[in-house]
């Protein structure tokens, strides 16, 4: 079992940078876990944004936010890090972090645990 913790977000301009974390809540280890961001605009289906592997040397990225957006984790910290530069209006959403357990791949199917979702804005 595993409880997902979220923080980061906010308002930003176009253009600006925010770090989302997700952590396991105390008590509970992230290692044995790939993890995936996702992402779900009012009104839209959630759509997968980034995942990482167990070991952080495998990230993928969805090419909605290649170049922009970098994945890292911290197994020490039980943390999942996403860095989002250069944002846009199209990246608002309500993002999530997901943990799947039981692979060593980074993957974004049959996600066993979910963070409570925080909101990013991105608007002048």
């Known amino acids: 079992h595993l409880e997902l913790v979220q923080s980061g977000g906010g308002l930003v301009q176009p253009g600006g940078s925010l770090n989302l974390s997700c952590a396991a809540a105390p008590g509970f280890f992230m290692d044995p876990y790939a993890i995936a961001w996702f992402r779900q605009a009012p009104g839209k289906e959630r759509e997968a944004v980034s995942c990482?592997?167990?070991?952080?040397?495998?990230?993928n990225y969805k090419d909605s936010v290649k170049g922009r957006f970098t994945i890292s984790r911290d197994n020490a910290k039980g943390t999942v890090y996403l860095q989002m530069n250069d944002l846009k209006p199209e990246d608002t959403a309500t993002y999530y972090c997901?943990?799947?357990?039981?692979?060593?791949?980074?993957?974004?199917?049959?996600?066993?645990?979910w963070g409570e979702g925080t909101l990013v804005a991105v608007s002048s």
């Open positions: 997901a943990a799947k357990g039981s692979t060593r791949f980074c993957v974004y199917y049959e996600m066993q645990y």
């Open positions: 990482i592997d167990i070991t952080g040397d495998r990230p």
